[in-house]
């Protein structure tokens, strides 16, 4: 693991999902660009001194040369470092699990994408509401034609934790309100996440978009609001709403999808209820692990119906399926890679489109 030491939050969530399905060992790790601190989280998370580094670079070309090198590496840092971390372990054909965005700016995105596919390792981004089962469940209904004509796609994504300005020991809000580290506010934390989600379950790709991103706190140089207008192929229209000063919410990530014969409703605050409507009729609800929950849903649910699965099942299943890849080691595979550029470019079309009064901006 690259990143994710003292005083960090998502490099606990990859620590515990992918240990969850015990497809993965965490053996190595440069744990913070601070040499003290890297090397007091790895003995706390109990790595060894010699596998203990200071630095990404010195990590990746000491674990290639080692007998038993790690496998894979997890990118748990700022968004700017996501490309170089990257690229020093695919140069070394040691593959990598990022987390999301891709990368900050869209020239990083297409540079690490060039890299990645030189390489003989293998490439995963983790957008981890993809792994949620009924996420799965819908997805393979879209693929089905169960909605019919998609009109309508509708993703929201709203928090309030930033509605004020954070205090200097924050060290989450700190990174992600410098438009260096982050490329960009909430439209880059969060809204690239509605942006995946809606692409992902219909299947399709937006051809253009119109944003309005807005800061609400005095003197915030990055969004903290943003609304944007999507068309996708084939006609359909999308609606985002992505804020992190919307108070009252803490992690309301909502996906709705219409189409000519019915409608999909999923929210990540109560993950295991997908809600489907098919026109004229009543809404039926359909539950992980319950007798409406089809193939899709079924091969990423562990535990019976009725037993909340959520957050961390949905990373370790994205964890799970990297490893049968890595296993069945087909050359150069890259999981993701093509969504994660999608999403930086919908991020530069973003803040494109803003700063020039809400144009539309071409997508294809």
Known sequence: ?????????????????????????????????????????????????????????????????????????????????????????????????????????????????????????????THNYTGYPMIRQARQMLAEDALGEIRIIEANYLQDWLSAVPTKENKQAKWRLDPAQSGGGAIGDIGTHAHNLACFVSGLRPTALSATLRSYVAGRIVDDDARITLEFEGGARGYIWASQVAIGNENNLTLAIYGAKGSLRWAQETPNILWFTEFGQAPQMITRGGGAANASAADVTRIPAGHPEGYLEAFATLYSEAATVIRSKPKGATIGIQAGLDGVRFVDACLRSSQDGSAWIDLS
């Open 1 to 125: 693991m690259v990143g994710g030491g003292q005083g960090a939050f998502i490099g606990g969530v990859h620590r515990m999902a992918a240990r969850l399905d015990g497809c993965f060992d965490l053996v190595a790790g440069a744990f913070s660009s601070d040499p003290a601190r890297a090397h007091a989280s790895a003995a706390e998370i109990g790595i060894s001194a010699d596998r203990s580094y200071a630095d990404y670079t010195e990590m990746a070309k000491a674990e290639a040369a080692r007998a038993d090198g790690i496998d894979a590496v997890s990118i748990v840092t700022p968004n700017h470092l996501h490309g170089p971390i990257a690229g020093a372990f695919l140069a070394q054909n040691i593959s990598v699990i990022c987390d999301k965005p891709l990368t900050a700016t869209l020239e990083q995105a297409q540079s690490l994408l060039a890299v990645a596919e030189a390489s003989d390792a293998h490439f995963f981004l």
